[in-house]
Nanobody, 115 residues
Framework: QVQLVESGGGLVQAGGSLRLSCAAS????????LAWFRQIQGNQREFVAR???????NYADFVKGRVTVSRAANKLTADLQMNDVQPDDAGTYYC?????????WGQGTQVTVYS
């Protein structure tokens, strides 16, 4: 019903920046929020940032000041701008949307950080 595809992951130097994108398809998405999660090796998947269809954003404390989430004008793409990336930011980043009865996840994009 809803498909999410992440992109933009890759290799980045510590202290550098990268921009992740989440491309959504499906009419239901237009009425749902969009969130980014990440899974670091050895940890549970954790919330990173969220943007509502109206543009209201929320961030996890551990990324405040380094991450900005935004939504394209067409409401079908959400970006996660990551600045000052650190080695412990490495992992798989997932895009998520949901409604009262279901969650929808992308397959994730890998972020690798080198010093």
């Amino acid at each position: 019903q809803v498909q999410l595809v992440e992109s933009g992951g890759g290799l980045v130097q510590a202290g550098g920046s990268l921009r992740l994108s989440c491309a959504a398809s499906g009419e239901i998405f237009s009425f749902l929020p969009l969130a980014w999660f990440r899974q670091i090796q050895g940890n549970q998947r954790e919330f990173v940032a969220r943007v509502t269809i109206g543009g209201v954003t929320n961030y996890a404390d551990f990324v405040k000041g380094r991450v900005t989430v935004s939504r394209a004008a067409n409401k079908l793409t959400a970006d996660l701008q990551m600045n000052d990336v650190q080695p412990d930011d490495a992992g798989t980043y997932y895009c998520k949307t949901w409604n009262p009865i279901a969650d929808y996840w992308g397959q994730g994009t890998q972020v690798t950080v080198y010093s």
